[in-house]
């Protein structure tokens, strides 16, 4: 039983580029979370998908962010224009039925230059 | 603004012993206080949580210990063991909203041999 996979582990972009990061929840959660954790910040909550209902977006630090979940399963979170306040470990979680995250993948850090 | 206050940043027990660490919180609306242990490396993961109904969960040699009143609410690991060794968060989150957990700080706590 695989865990919560992210991928790429470590990504480093220059200022102003777009990212992309992608999360593989465990087979069968509905529920996926992002979150980040930077120095400065701590854990922060970025955006909530439960099954078919509109995300939670409520946690997107601007509109440069923006997360996508195909087919029930695999999410994407995206950042646009990169800045170097982005630069953070971004962590994805799932969950069997919604409410609290129980495990977090092991994160990408993004460094931005 | 801290929502969630957790001390102390960093702990260093001798194995066998007891390792607490405390957080404090304002918002009243809130009514779910999970922690979480982390590895270096690794995602955070869920390790117990509470509701406000009542004062002591217990699982194992961990132990949260909640006080309304005070607003306040601790992780007390009994029989400490190197293993143990990590960074724990408390956090705090609303029913309406699970998904949706405000972090404090984090503790990292060193267990010595």
């Known amino acids: 039983g695989a865990g919560v996979s992210q991928s790429p582990s470590n990504k480093v972009t220059e200022k102003g580029k777009d990212v992309e990061l992608r999360c593989d929840p465990i087979?069968?959660?509905?529920?996926l979370y992002w979150y980040r954790q930077s120095l400065g910040q701590g854990l922060e909550f970025l955006i909530y998908?439960?099954?078919?209902?509109?995300?939670?977006k409520s946690g997107l630090p601007s509109d440069r962010f923006s997360a996508e979940r195909t087919g029930g399963s695999v999410s994407t979170l995206t950042i646009q224009r990169t800045q170097q306040e982005d630069s953070a470990v971004y962590l994805c979680?799932?969950?069997?039925?919604?409410?609290?995250?129980?495990?977090f993948g092991p994160g990408t850090r993004l460094t931005v230059l | 603004q801290q929502q969630v206050k957790q001390s102390p940043q960093s702990l260093i027990v001798q194995k066998g012993g007891i390792s607490i660490i405390n957080c404090a919180y304002e918002?009243?609306?809130?009514?779910?206080f999970p922690w979480y242990q982390q590895f270096p490396g690794k995602g955070p993961a869920l390790l117990i949580a509470?509701?406000?109904?009542?004062s002591e969960k217990k699982e194992g040699r961990f132990t949260i210990s909640f006080n309304k009143s005070a607003k306040q609410f601790s992780l007390h690991i009994m029989d400490s063991q190197p293993g143990d060794s990590a960074t724990y968060f408390c956090?705090?989150?609303?029913?309406?909203?699970?998904?949706?957990?405000?972090f404090g700080s984090g503790t990292r706590l060193s267990i010595r041999p």
């Open positions: 979680a799932s969950s069997l039925g919604g409410g609290l995250p129980k495990y």
């Open positions: 087979s069968g959660h509905t529920a």
């Open positions: 998908f439960q099954g078919n209902s509109a995300p939670d």
């Open positions: 918002n009243t609306a809130f009514d779910y």
């Open positions: 509470i509701r406000p109904d009542v």
């Open positions: 956090a705090a989150s609303m029913r309406s909203s699970a998904s949706k957990i405000i």
